[in-house]
């Protein structure tokens, strides 16, 4: 299976808000409500930030949100704040009990 | 709290086979969860190696399908990875994760497994 696409970069100032595009197709973000979205700060693990397309963990601030639109998914993060510099991966589902990720996306507050 | 980590040789010669061990601690490995592994190359984005449930039931990325064994053990509460043929394109930091609900939400720190001669 082919990765997602995500946008290499993407950035705002502090408080704006950035969208976060990952796309697929009809046999993966479209077809399954299991998108799933994850922050990497550099030399960490990922950390789950939105699972199932929509919904927080606990302990992640409700400035992160997630939806989706056919084979595109979205991650939005409101507000932002210098510690949200990071980079962000996608993840969905893909059928036949494979998995995929998307290409990433650095995010970088201004 | 679930914690989960890697350990392993850091260092693999091509042709070998990578073996990589997952100790999970605050939770039982068989549990109604899957358990995975997905890496990461130097500078690159993540890709799904692949998961097991506790009763041994795996399932791999196709890309990797043909060199890749992972494997449990209930009784030390971990579960290993076997790459055989290693290349250069094998150096990544390895991770080991639980699965729940379609994403992984507990991600052990990662190891670097370099290969070369």
């Known amino acids: 299976q082919s990765a997602l696409t995500q946008p290499p970069s993407a950035s705002g100032s502090p408080g704006q808000s950035v969208t976060i595009s990952c796309t697929g197709t009809?046999?993966?973000?479209?077809?399954?409500?299991?998108v799933s979205w994850y922050q990497q700060h550099p030399g960490k693990a990922p950390k789950l930030m939105i699972y199932?397309?929509?919904n927080r963990p606990s302990g992640v601030p409700d400035r992160f949100s997630g939806s989706k639109s056919g084979n595109t998914a979205s991650l939005t993060v409101s507000g932002l704040q210098a510690e949200d510099e990071a980079d962000y991966y996608c993840?969905?589902?893909?059928?036949?009990?494979?998995?995929?990720f998307g290409s990433g996306t650095k995010v970088t507050v201004l | 709290q679930v914690q989960l980590q890697e350990s392993g040789p850091g260092l693999v010669k091509p042709s070998e086979t990578l073996s990589l061990t997952c100790t999970v601690s605050g939770y039982s490995i068989s549990s109604v969860y899957y358990w995975g592994w997905i890496r990461q190359p130097p500078g690159k984005g993540l890709e799904w190696i692949g998961r097991?449930?506790?009763?041994?039931?795996?399932y791999y990325n196709p890309s990797l399908r043909s060199r890749l064994t992972i494997s449990v053990d209930t009784s030390k509460n971990q579960f290993s990875l076997n790459l055989s043929s290693v290349t250069a394109a094998d150096t990544a930091v390895y991770y080991c994760a639980r699965l729940s609900a379609g994403a992984f939400d507990f991600w052990g720190q990662g190891t670097l497994v370099t290969v070369s001669s």
């Open positions: 993840s969905s589902y893909a059928g036949s009990n494979n998995y995929v």
């Open positions: 097991i449930y506790h009763s041994g039931s795996t």
């Open positions: 009809s046999s993966d973000v479209g077809g399954y409500n299991y």
């Open positions: 199932e397309v929509s």
